[in-house]
Each structure stands twice: as C-alpha cells, then as structure tokens.
C-alpha cells in the first residue's frame, strides 16, 4: 500500500489518509459578519466529498481586528459557530476530518480602524502602521485564542491549527526583524516564544484534540528567521503540547519567493528530523508520485496541498488512481468513480 493512503494518527484522530487541505482564506463572508456562507459549505463539503484525508479551513480570525479583509471567517463570537457546525458536519458525513486555523493578521490586517502587532512597524508603505500591543492587549489575545479553541469544540472540529507563519501576528513575535520590542516578549528567541507558549498552554486548557502550528520556515531576508532557527522552536512546542508542524515559509516581508515544485519541503524535512517532530510539507506538491517522494523517504508525514485542490477537488481521487490504489466513492458517486 501507498504511504499517501495509509491512515495516520493525530492524537485520538485518525485520519484515512495523509491528504490536508491547506488553510486558504476564500474573503467570502459576503456580510463582513466573519459568518460563513453556503459558498464556504459547498467548498469545504466538495473537496471531502472528493477524498481529502483532513480538510483545514481558511485562516479564521480570534479577533475582529486580526481579520486579513473584511470578509475573512470570523471565530470571535458565538453567533459564528452554527454555520461552522454545519461545515463539520458535512465534512464528517464524507469520512474526512476537519480542523480550522485559528489566526491574527497583526500588522497585515486591512481594515479600517487600530491595526495591531509587537511594534510599531509598518509591511510595506501600501499597509497601515500597527499600534504596539500592551501586555494587558497581549493577554486579551492570549485569551481570546483560547476562547476561539472553546467555540472550535462547539463547533465539531476535530483539530486546530494556530497560524504562526507568512507575517501575521504570531510570526511577527517570533521574528526579530517585527519583533523589537523590550520587554518578556522581545529579544531572546524565548521571549519572541512566549505569546505562542502562552496561546498553546491556553488553547489545551479547552481543547483536548490535536494542535498544529503552522510556521514561516524562512522569512528570506536579512536578519530574519531560518529553518535552523524553528528547530529549537519546533521542540518547545512539542513541549507544550503541539503534535505536528506545518512547514510553510516566506510572508513576513514583501517578497516572493522563487518556488519550484516541493521547494519547502527540505524546510519540513529539517524541523522533522532536528526537532522529533511530525511535520507536514506544503507548496506545490500536485501528483501522487510526489507526495509518495516525500512520505516514503521520511521528509514530512503529511502532504498539504493548496491551489491544487482548488484546481481539483477530486485531487485524493485521482492520486489514488495515479498510484494503483483504491478509495471508496461518496455513495452517490459510486457509478462514476474509478
Ligand atoms: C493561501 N494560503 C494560506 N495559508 C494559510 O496559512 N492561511 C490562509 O488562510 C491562506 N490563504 C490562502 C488563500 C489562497 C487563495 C491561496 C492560494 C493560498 C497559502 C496556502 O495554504 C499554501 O500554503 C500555499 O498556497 C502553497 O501551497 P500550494 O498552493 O502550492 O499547494
């Protein structure tokens, strides 16, 4: 059997195969109410329908100030769980797992209003200036992801992913290049740590499932965060409880990297085997013989796929026929599917 499609075990959580959906914010929320939609149901629903192991849904906001625009999915308040229960439950009726990604835009927020971060630095001169957080505004976001966790229970997903990569407010604590700040969350790599020690420890005082971190493995500049660096990074987390890394990179500042098929997953493959930790690889994976690659030879333990899924949502289908395997049809399929 293919290593693609052999169950793995999160935690309690098993899932049938080691296909994720990659968190891919869809600016939907038509309402600007952070409500998902009957788009959002159909999306997320199609691409378990299509065989998708765990369907993570977009970057969905803790705070109405940390949404990216203001059609972002919102986790805030209660008002937005019903139509998130409704997402799981649709997932779940197609086999697959389902997870949500807990986020902060921090200084790449583009709202109207106080925008905030670990100073007061500007992305770029086309975004707003953030305002330092206090720490009494640190400890509101603290809590404000663990109250996010509490309604993800409610809500029926079976993982959590934090988003700590491409620039958002977590990624800019860790990084020096956003991080000048002077106090216990500023200087040494284990201050730049601490909010996300803070948010994990906070985040497992309500949820008993499984945690991922997502991470910029790179931020290619200057003076910024390398792969190395996320080692050490990668074991606190393991030490506070969060059982797998989803390697991205890049987003801190404005530039776009060169990618190539796989080209993050040597950064995957570096945490893994530095820290002891499970870890996914993302970024142009698109064929069952690549994920086979990445699986077989030990480089991640998850394969997340993107824009792929976009393309296909029937992407798992098809890998499986590419790799002579075999999955069960959604029933109403059952008569088209090879
Ligand atoms: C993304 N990406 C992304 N990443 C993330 O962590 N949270 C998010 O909400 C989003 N939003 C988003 C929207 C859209 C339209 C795209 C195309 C991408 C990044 C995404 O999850 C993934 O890491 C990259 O697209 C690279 O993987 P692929 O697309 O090459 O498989």
């Known amino acids: 059997m293919s290593k693609l499609f052999s169950s793995y075990q999160l935690q309690d959580v098993t899932l049938k195969n ?10 939907s929320a038509e309402k600007e109410d952070g409500i998902a ?7 997320y629903v199609s691409r378990a329908a299509g065989g998708t192991g765990l369907v993570l849904l977009e970057a969905t906001a803790v705070q109405e100030n940390g949404r990216i625009s203001t ?29 949500i990604q807990l986020a902060h835009a921090g200084r790449k927020a583009e709202l109207a209003g106080k925008i905030v971060a670990p100073s007061s630095l500007a992305y770029s001169e086309d975004y707003s200036t953030p305002e330092a957080l206090t720490t009494e505004e640190i400890k509101e976001v603290v809590a404000d992801f663990r109250r996010a966790a509490y309604r ?33 969350y500023g ?21 008993d499932g499984p945690v991922i971190v997502r991470v ?5 500049a200057h003076g910024g965060l390398q792969a190395v ?30 990618s190539y098929p796989g080209y993050q997953v040597p950064f995957a493959e570096q945490i893994r085997t530095g820290a002891g930790i499970a870890t996914g690889a993302v970024g142009m994976i698109t064929s069952g013989a690549q994920a086979e690659e990445i699986l077989g030879n030990g480089r991640a333990d998850l ?11 029937y992407f798992a289908k098809d890998a499986a026929l590419e790799l002579g395997e075999k999955i069960e049809a959604p029933e109403q399929y059952r008569r088209a599917w090879r």
Request: net charge negative; glycine share 8%; hydrophobic share 45%.
């Open 18 to 27: 080691r296909i994720v959906m990659s968190p891919m914010c869809m600016y």
């Open 37 to 43: 939609t009957d788009f959002h149901l159909a999306h």
């Open 71 to 99: 059609k972002d999915l919102g986790i805030w308040r209660d008002e937005q769980v019903p139509a998130l229960k409704r997402i799981t439950d649709g997932v779940h009726a197609h086999g697959a797992k389902v997870g």
């Open 152 to 184: 993800a229970a409610e809500a029926g997903f079976d993982v959590i992913e934090l988003h700590a990569a491409h620039g958002y407010l977590l990624h800019e604590f860790l990084s020096p290049i956003t991080n000048r700040r002077e106090d216990a």
């Open 187 to 207: 200087g040494p790599a284990g201050n730049r740590y601490r909010i996300v020690s803070e948010i994990i420890k906070a985040v497992r005082e309500v949820w």
């Open 216 to 220: 910029s493995a790179t931020d290619y």
């Open 229 to 258: 660096d996320y080692v050490p990074f990668a074991k606190w987390m393991k030490a506070d409880g969060v059982d797998l890394i989803d390697v991205s990179s890049g987003g801190l500042v404005p530039v776009v990297p060169t």
């Open 303 to 313: 394969i997340i796929v993107g824009r792929e899924l976009l393309r296909n949502p």
